[in-house]
């Protein structure tokens, strides 16, 4: 299928990592890192205390501001959780929702996940929806079935019209912060299955818009192959995005796969 009509996304999850102090030297060293290319769209998922040091540094907007979750709930008394609006408020694009670390420590369910995602999308910004399997899915295989039914969840409480906003990340469980990465060949799979339920949902036009990242252990050395990968528009970079100067190699490696599909 042809990858001109999403868009290319390179997200960093920082998770719990870098301080608030460290986000102005990082975003000035990936600033002067970034290659010129303009067929990636590159976003920085923070923790909520660095998102307006972060939007503050980055000075221009080549780089867009990400969150890592966000609360169920619209205001009022939920001690401790941060709002949609909220994060509207700061100029936030994207939001991470049912990563797999939200669904094993905080209980996320799949309807969680599809009422984030809603609450996201009512105010402007684009969720990133996470789904994986874990080994022993994988052992069983049960794969396929398990993302098709994560997917279709997730879909049920997004509105028809907003489907295209969303972002959706394939990252298996098993390959998450391991160093072990899925093949090409099994992200594509399960890349192509996730757009087949999208397609069958929402229809060709809508599915062949949605951006499917690949997550789980990406770095400079795996980007392009993985990349290059039909149904992969993208990745969702946990370890490798804590350092610049490899962050900034996996956005090469976007140009790079882009350019050969120009000529
Ligand atoms: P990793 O994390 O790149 O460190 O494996 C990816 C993620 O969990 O989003």
């Known amino acids: ?32 890192l970034m290659p010129k290319s303009k067929t990636c769209e590159v976003a920085l998922c923070v923790p909520f205390t660095h998102i307006s040091t972060l939007r503050r540094s980055l000075k221009d907007n080549r780089i867009a501001i990400g969150a890592q ?6 205001k009022g008394a939920y001690t401790g959780e941060i709002s949609a609006e909220m994060l509207a408020d700061l100029n936030v694009n994207y939001v991470i929702v049912g990563h797999s670390e939200c669904r094993q420590y905080h209980g996320d369910t799949d309807i969680d996940v599809g009422r984030k995602a809603a609450a996201l999308l009512e105010k402007g910004m684009s969720p990133i929806i996470c789904v994986g399997e874990s080994l022993d899915q994988r052992e069983r295989g049960l794969t396929v079935d398990h993302i098709r039914y994560q997917v ?22 098993w390959a998450i912060g391991t160093g072990k990465t899925a093949t090409p060949e099994e992200a594509q799979e399960v890349c192509e299955t996730i757009r087949a339920v999208i397609r ?14 690949y997550g789980g252990s990406m770095n400079s050395s795996n980007a392009f192959e993985l990349l290059s ?35």
């Open 152 to 173: 279709l969840a997730a879909m049920s409480s997004i509105p028809e019209e907003k489907v295209r906003q969303c972002v959706i990340a394939y990252e298996p469980i």
């Open 229 to 263: 990968m039909p149904d992969i528009d993208g990745g969702l970079i946990g370890g490798a995005s804590l350092k610049p100067s490899e962050f900034s190699k996996i956005i090469g490696a976007v140009a790079e796969v882009t350019g050969e599909e120009q000529k």
């Open 69 to 74: 979750d966000v609360s169920l709930y619209e």
């Open 1 to 32: 299928m042809n990858k001109k009509y999403r868009k290319a996304i390179i997200a960093g999850n920082w998770k719990m990592n870098l301080l608030p102090s460290q986000v102005k030297p990082y975003a000035e060293e990936l600033r002067n």
């Open 200 to 213: 069958s949902k929402s229809g060709a036009r809508t599915a062949r818009s949605v951006s499917i990242l």
